[in-house]
């Protein structure tokens, strides 16, 4: 076990996670549920069966010993997350990147990291190393508790930060980096997506007898986490891919796939995933209707490529962690915001924002770094 390397392994899971939604930026002609589609194919099919086939020992036979209320409770808890995934990609849409994930990641720190030792108070049973009374009762402990508070605590300056923002900056200027900007909207669809996303954290809870098998099929310790990830993110897909295809339906976008013009009612529709059609009123001309197929695919396997690697790095991450293995989510939370808010201020999110807005965004960014050492400390106080 070490704590610090498990540390950098979340921080390199957060920069993946901050910055996956980059690409998306670079379709052209697609609608949200288009691409969206096409990006988790890569991130929750493609990748995980490819890494975890290449990294691990016997992924099949480890996952066909498992028992179906294993493989069943990771399935679902992934299932659920994915509504999260759904709403998060919305918030994006609504908020930015920078506050979007603030505020989405807040919720999604605070559930994820502090229910399932709670939990464990009343459901002993439960795969999780202490519950939070045994956690809290001892010194190292309480500096690892203290990490995730102070964390918390980051996490709202930062939400009041994009708040303040919200409230200084004019409409005009706000629809200039973010073309659908709704505060209210997009507090609503992050909250939902925060508290969703959390049950991400359950599933890696309740797939800890995959991880613990294929170690005894001989996998390195550093990639036991792999082979669950097959099956949360399998439940993930199974979400995302129901609601894409009927948001196909619904708005008759399904011919994106392979089409090599877009109708003109689609015209207007770019990366930002706006669901309004045509383009100021103006005929769209040929050149406006051409789709560049091969340059979206490859921007939206980028973004769902880059999207896996997070939880590739937080499974790395969480095997260095030991007893305070519930701490990672806080330390992955904390890392996104981190790298979510350098994304927001290089595609100038925060311009025309006071001098108060900027303190407040810098204070949080603050406080959750130093989040992430005083956990790291802690856990490598037991180790």
Avoid at 190 to 199: L, Q, W
């Amino acid at each position: 076990m070490n704590p610090f390397l498990g540390v950098f392994f979340h921080w390199l899971g957060g920069l993946a996670s901050g910055s996956f939604y980059v690409p998306y930026k670079g379709v052209r002609k697609w609608s949200w549920e288009t691409y969206w589609l096409v990006g988790g194919v890569f991130s929750w099919i493609v990748c995980p069966l490819l890494l975890a086939s290449m990294l691990t020992q016997d992924v099949w036979g480890v996952l066909r010993q498992q028992s179906a209320a294993t493989l069943g409770w990771t399935y679902l808890f992934g299932a659920l997350w994915g509504f999260g995934g759904l709403t998060f990609g919305l918030t994006m849409r609504y908020l930015g990147m920078s506050l979007g994930m603030g505020v989405a990641l807040g919720y999604c720190a605070a559930f994820g990291t502090l229910l399932p030792p709670v939990f464990k108070l009343f459901f002993p049973a439960i795969p999780v190393a202490e519950s939070i009374v045994e956690n809290a009762s001892t010194t190292t402990g309480k500096i690892t508790l203290l990490g995730v508070c102070e964390c918390q605590v980051g996490i709202v300056v930062a939400a009041v930060a994009g708040l303040t923002k919200e409230r200084e900056m004019p409409e005009s200027e706000k629809r200039k980096t973010i073309a659908e900007f709704n505060f209210a909207k997009g507090i609503l669809v992050a909250t939902f997506s925060g508290i969703m996303s959390a049950c991400f954290s359950f599933a890696l809870t309740a797939g800890a007898p995959i991880g613990t098998a294929s170690a005894a099929a001989g996998t390195s310790t550093l990639w036991t986490g792999l082979p669950k990830l097959v099956v949360v993110l399998l439940g993930g897909f199974t979400t995302n891919f129901i609601w894409c295809v009927m948001l196909n339906f619904k708005n008759h976008t399904g011919y994106q796939y392979l089409a090599r013009v877009v109708r003109p009612e689609h015209a207007g529709l770019v990366a930002s995933g706006s669901e309004h059609g045509g383009a100021g009123g103006a005929t769209p001309t040929a050149e406006d209707l051409r789709v560049p197929r091969l340059g979206n695919y490859f921007f939206s396997a980028l973004a769902g490529t880059t999207w896996y690697f997070q939880f590739f790095f937080y499974t790395m991450g969480e095997t260095q962690m030991g007893r305070y293995g519930f701490a990672s989510w806080t330390l992955h939370m904390a890392s996104i915001i981190i790298f979510s808010t350098m994304w927001g201020w290089i595609f100038h999110e925060w311009k025309g924002s006071s001098r108060k807005a900027h303190g407040l965004i810098a204070a949080g960014i603050a406080l959750l770094i130093l989040s992430t050492i005083v956990i790291g400390y802690g856990t490598y106080l037991k180790g």
